[in-house]
């Protein structure tokens, strides 16, 4: 580390200024200068009062306080540090010749940060101004640390009292939505559940009533059942700056809106004057034969008469308007001749019946996407029960064959006669070939249908596995992938097994190795299958269609049920290629 480096640390560690509150001169400047020595920026002060002034006064900041106890004719040590403390945070350090126990005592009683006997050394005071550093830093701190958990439990009590009134909130919600739901999805569900926000849409309809306001001046509204407004267009300055601005008036306004509106059918309107000296019409909103809302025009005075003025004056006294404004509000009102009215109510109480005829509908069709959904869930879990029906039926039967199986197995090894054991065994392995089919089909998700190259894959080793002499031939496999229907897999895999069989049995006879080749491959409609051998062939004698063997036999009547054709080639060897139409 740098010599410049250094000294900058220990200036850093040692720039603190410090106030020395001494009467005595001589003493003063001696401490000032050891002080000064050590690191320190020292302001000294003959009095309690001048030192109490110079702080308030912030013209010179202190670090630290060192007080003297004896002050001379005015405040002593004491006094000045108990009022500097109750203004300012500072440590102070008493610095007195005194050491009686009842002085020391009551220094401690004013702030705990240290007492130096005076003519201490220079290194006795500066580790005492470095302890009431470090002890006035850890008060802070922790002052500060309590003062951030005070505001922190403050924020966690408001946040719980936010979170409670948000759960209750959450909880109130929840529960009309449900209701909401029921009403629109169940069909047991009832619309008298439904406020009118849940069913109209405000935003398409306040574009209408916006157009025909400026089209005709005449102001509409839609009002749910408990008098919110949910949509307006055009409304007067005597009921929005007045009318409704007024406890008095606004429970009129609300009164005139639920009380006078009742007993107007569906189609029809009703004109009536509202308890604040203004006409109005109705015509109500209603959906599924209940009255959910109404649709007013109002705010208007017919032009055949003329506003008794004299009447409004005395309202807007009872009531505390302004009564220049109110009567200047009282002339904008419009004047409609009774026929604009009627035309008017009449174009919104078609929209009354077309808002309520779009949202039955619009309820109607909400619950029938939710029955579809519900038939659709229906059915997938029926299909879900079928398939796990069909894979148990198809584990069964798997099962089942693999007793049969091993019970033709076990009844071949204790026959005697053996033209008797191979036929058991030889039917245990048919047996073994359908097994593996059904064990594909359990696994899979397609009962319908299996990979050709899965299944024969799996049955060709199979069988093979069963002889003795299976380490002696080489098998070749050649099976693209493509799917077949069980119907025709079936069959096919019995016929595999048996030419197999057969090859296993007879073709190597005297040889030490042998080669199978085993290929069922699908051209356009057409599956062409064989399998071929490099054995000693078959007696030329021998044909599907002569032969008295119950395998070539069962081969023959198996390619006819598959409508297919089969034939034997004889070379190096024999090949049996079957053919049919996939």
């Excluded at 220079?122 to 830093?137: G, Y």
């Excluded at 505001?151 to 408001?158: F, G, H, P, S, T």
């Excluded at 076990?410 to 030889?426: E, G, K």
Aim: charged share 25%.
């Amino acid at each position: 580390m740098s010599f410049a480096k250094l000294e900058g640390i220990m200036s850093a560690l040692y720039s603190k200024t410090l106030l020395l509150v001494e009467d005595d001169a001589i003493i003063a400047l001696a401490e000032k200068k050891q002080l000064e020595d050590a690191g320190y920026r020292v302001i000294h002060c003959l009095s309690g009062e001048s030192a109490l002034d110079l702080l308030r006064d912030r013209k010179e900041p202190a670090d630290l306080v060192l007080m003297d106890i004896n002050l001379g004719k005015g405040m002593n040590g004491t006094e000045t540090a108990r009022r500097i403390l109750k203004d300012i945070n500072l440590p102070i350090l008493f610095l007195s010749s005194h050491t009686e126990r009842e002085i020391v005592e009551k220094t401690e009683s004013i702030t705990n940060y240290g007492y130096v006997v005076k003519n201490s050394s220079i290194t006795v005071l500066d580790a005492s101004i470095k302890m009431a550093f470090r002890l006035f830093d850890a008060s802070t701190s922790i002052q500060k640390h309590q003062t951030d958990l005070v505001r922190a439990q403050e924020e966690m009590i408001r946040i719980n009292a936010t979170l409670q009134d948000s759960e209750r909130n959450l909880i109130k919600s929840e529960s009309s939505v449900r209701n909401k739901l029921k009403a629109i999805l169940e069909p047991e569900g009832s619309i008298g559940s439904l406020e009118l926000s849940d069913i109209i849409d405000a935003r398409s309809i306040q574009s209408l009533m916006d157009d025909f306001y400026k089209l005709t001046g005449i102001l509409g509204a839609i009002l749910d059942m408990k008098g919110n407004i949910l949509v307006a267009a055009g409304w007067q300055d005597i009921c929005t700056k007045f009318h409704r601005c007024n406890p008095i008036t606004a429970q009129h306004c609300k009164e005139s809106d639920l009380t006078l509106t009742q007993g107007v059918k569906e189609g029809t309107f009703k004109i009536y004057r509202c308890k604040n000296n203004m006409w109005d019409m109705v015509t109500p909103l209603v959906i599924d034969n209940v009255h959910i809302g109404n649709i007013f025009i109002g705010q208007f005075i017919f032009d055949d008469e003329e506003p008794d003025v004299a009447l409004y004056r005395n309202q807007a006294r009872e009531y505390g308007f302004n009564e220049k404004e109110y009567l200047e509000a009282l002339d904008s009102v419009p004047r409609f001749n009774r026929e604009t009215v009627d035309t008017g109510m009449s174009f919104y109480a078609k929209v009354a019946k077309m808002i309520s005829s779009l949202s039955y509908s619009s309820v109607k069709l909400a619950r029938a996407i939710a029955e579809r959904k519900t038939a659709e869930e229906n059915v997938r879990n029926l299909l879900t029960e079928k398939e796990l029906i069909l894979k148990e039926v198809h584990h069964r039967i798997k099962n089942n064959m693999s007793t049969m199986s091993s019970l033709l197995s076990l009844q071949a090894r204790s026959a005697r006669d053996r033209s008797a054991a191979i036929a058991l065994q030889d039917a245990g392995n048919r047996i073994r070939s359908m097994y593996i089919l059904y064990d594909k089909l359990y696994q899979s998700s397609d009962f319908s249908e299996l990979s050709v190259k899965d299944y024969l894959s799996s049955l060709v080793d199979d069988v093979v596995a069963s002889f003795p002499n299976s380490q002696m031939v080489e098998i070749e496999k050649d099976f693209p992938d493509f799917p077949l229907d069980v119907k025709r897999l079936q069959p096919l895999g019995i016929i595999i097994n048996e030419l197999l069989t057969n090859t296993m049995k007879y073709a190597f006879g005297g040889k030490e190795r042998g080669l199978i080749t085993v290929s069922a491959t699908k051209y356009g409609n057409r599956v062409v299958a064989f399998v071929q051998d490099d054995g000693c062939g078959f007696p030329a004698s021998v044909s599907f269609d002569s032969s008295t063997g119950f395998g070539l036999q069962l081969v023959h009547a198996l390619a006819e049920q598959l409508d297919g054709t089969i034939r034997m080639e004889q070379g190096v060897g024999t090949k049996v290629v079957l053919e049919f139409e996939s």
